[in-house]
């Protein structure tokens, strides 16, 4: 099997499955979010040798989940059995005073940054206080990158010119390729058909 080079890794979009078995093939950390699969396996092809490759998060352990009677604001944020279930649903639309209630992003990224500082001190009372903050912390985190990836993709498929492309994903990873390493808005745009067209022109129908 040839070894993946970081460049070859850059050019590919991959699903969360398919990090995860390239983190097995290289015996990486598996748990953990696209972003922090996709760190590890960027450090490991960078040089980084696999025993400094330390996991940002460990596997959650069973246990017994909290019912919304037994989550309060001082319930912490981990090592608590909380989670977002239909527990914690509950619990938030009886603390808001609404019949429904849906968990946003910013609620999970603040979640996962008390997992990976393993922040016993980080309760449901904090959540609650960063969750009704600006959403510059959903906007800075690691994550996001992922998201921005997603949306390049969908914008990019929803281009009429991109009918022409055999391998829609391939093409719009390397037009990512460039975007993502400029200064300029990471939003897909139809001029960038143009400026790299002897790249993708191999993949011209």
Known sequence: MTQLTLKQFNAHYYYKTDLIKLCRRYNLPTYGTKAELTRYLRAYLSGIPKQQILPVRQPKLPRTRLSHNDISLS???VDSG??????ARQFFADYFGVPQFSFKKKMAVIKRKAEA??????TVGDLIRAYQQPDNLVKQSQEEATYQWNHFVKAFCADPDSS???????VAAI??????????????????????????QTFIK
Request: glycine fraction near 0%.
């Open 75 to 77: 319930t912490p944020l």
């Open 82 to 87: 909380f989670s977002f279930n239909r527990e």
């Open 117 to 122: 500082d393993h922040d016993l001190t980080m």
């Open 164 to 170: 022409r492309f055999n391998q829609k994903i391939k």
């Open 175 to 200: 037009l990512w390729h460039h975007v993502k390493r400029s200064s300029k808005s990471k939003n897909y745009q139809h001029r960038l058909l143009k400026k790299y067209a002897v790249e993708i």
